[in-house]
């Protein structure tokens, strides 16, 4: 059974950094794209950044030259770097990985960022 477990997330303030980890187990196959979605309360779940397994990467607007999504295809890991939080950061950020038409999540890790 595949699984995709977050980590790292954290109560941090504005201006600050924090780095998520994800890590995947039970899988016997590298996945195509993994990416970072995050869900604030009260709002819908939004995509954060993506990364292929050729390392393209694809950011949202409001993230772009702040966080960096990175990934090791070998151990089927990504993570996100996150620098000069803002409050309209705090969100759950959960892991995704695509295999073809199948999607994994993760079950999310809590990222809050104080003003």
């Known amino acids: 059974q595949v699984q995709l477990v977050e980590s790292g997330g954290g109560l941090v303030q504005a201006g600050g950094s924090l780095r998520l980890n994800c890590a995947a187990s039970?899988?016997?196959?590298?996945?195509?794209?993994m990416a970072w979605y995050r869900q604030a309360p009260g709002k819908q779940r939004e995509l954060v950044a993506t990364?292929?397994?050729?390392?393209?990467?694809n950011y949202a607007d409001s993230v772009k030259g702040r966080f960096t999504i990175s990934r090791v295809n070998a151990k089927n890991m990504v993570a996100l770097q996150m620098n000069s939080l803002k409050p309209d950061d705090t969100a759950v950020y959960y892991c995704?990985?695509?295999?073809?038409?199948?999607?994994?999540w993760g079950q999310g890790t809590q990222v809050t960022v104080s003003s």
């Open positions: 990364i292929t397994s050729g390392g393209r990467t």
């Open positions: 995704n990985a695509e295999h073809f038409t199948t999607i994994y």
């Open positions: 039970g899988v016997s196959f590298s996945f195509n794209a």
